[in-house]
């Protein structure tokens, strides 16, 4: 789903965020985890940011990457323009969410009988 916000700062704050269901996977990030977000039709990097000096969470994304130089460009020469965003799932981000589905599959024995394949 599409969603609509403005260039405002060097992070996408989720209190800015219309929709709660990207505001709720968003929050659900751990720390530093990155995410796949396509912004204005350009998919880059982003990274959910580090929690505060008092332990609280920091509730926004920052962008990685080559993400962060074109998020840099856009707020500087379009701060206030209206772009649409949405959270994307890439076959990376899906293949990582079912390691521990496998893990049985990790074993130093089938390591060694499998390693060659």
Do not use: C, Y
């Amino acid at each position: 789903m599409d969603h609509h916000i403005r260039i405002e700062d060097h992070a996408i704050w989720f209190k800015h965020l219309p929709g709660r269901d990207i505001r709720d996977r968003l929050s659900a990030l751990e720390p530093e985890a990155e995410v796949t977000v396509e912004v204005d039709g350009v998919t880059g990097k982003w990274q959910r940011m580090k929690r505060g000096v008092d332990g609280r969470p920091t509730d926004a994304i920052r962008p990685v990457g080559e993400m962060k130089a074109i998020w840099n460009e856009w707020f500087r020469n379009r701060k206030g323009d209206k772009v649409t965003l949405r959270v994307l799932t890439t076959a990376d981000d899906f293949l990582a969410g079912l390691t521990p589905a496998f893990s049985e599959w990790g074993s130093p024995e089938d390591e060694e009988a499998f390693r060659d394949l």
